[in-house]
């Protein structure tokens, strides 16, 4: 048996407003609206990847998602023009990459990266 697919679910009394903030400022596409459930995401092929964590690294609390960008410095710009507020970095971390926090409109702590 192999994992075909992990979804991350988050629960909302809005889908609207998710599906602006994963789709306007992180460039995902709306693949499935059903209204009561809105599912968002991208062509591209993704790994399956489960982290288990005491801490997020250095410190921080564990985030509920990692969402790896291709340009960093574009989300954060995005984020601060849409007025979400950084809740940690941007930082240069040791393990090799460059991230962010930032609460979406949920209260879901994500973790925003790219790799070095």
């Given at each position: 048996m192999k994992v075909r697919r992990i979804v991350s679910n988050i629960a909302?009394?809005?889908t609207a407003a998710g599906?602006?903030?994963?789709g306007d400022l992180l460039g995902l596409e709306?693949?499935?609206?059903?209204?009561w459930i809105a599912t968002c995401g991208s062509g591209e092929s993704a790994r399956v990847q489960l982290s288990i964590a005491t801490e997020g690294?250095?410190?921080?609390?564990?985030?509920?998602?990692?969402?790896?960008?291709d340009d960093l410095d574009e989300a954060l710009a995005r984020m601060r023009a849409a007025g979400h507020p950084i809740v940690y970095g941007p930082a240069d971390e040791?393990?090799?990459?460059?991230r962010f926090y930032v609460r979406d409109p949920y209260g879901t702590l994500l973790n925003i990266l790219q790799h070095a």
């Open positions: 909302a009394s809005d599906r602006a903030f994963y709306t693949l499935m609206d059903h209204g690294g250095n410190g921080t609390p564990v985030p509920d998602l990692s969402i790896e960008v040791d393990w090799g990459v460059r």
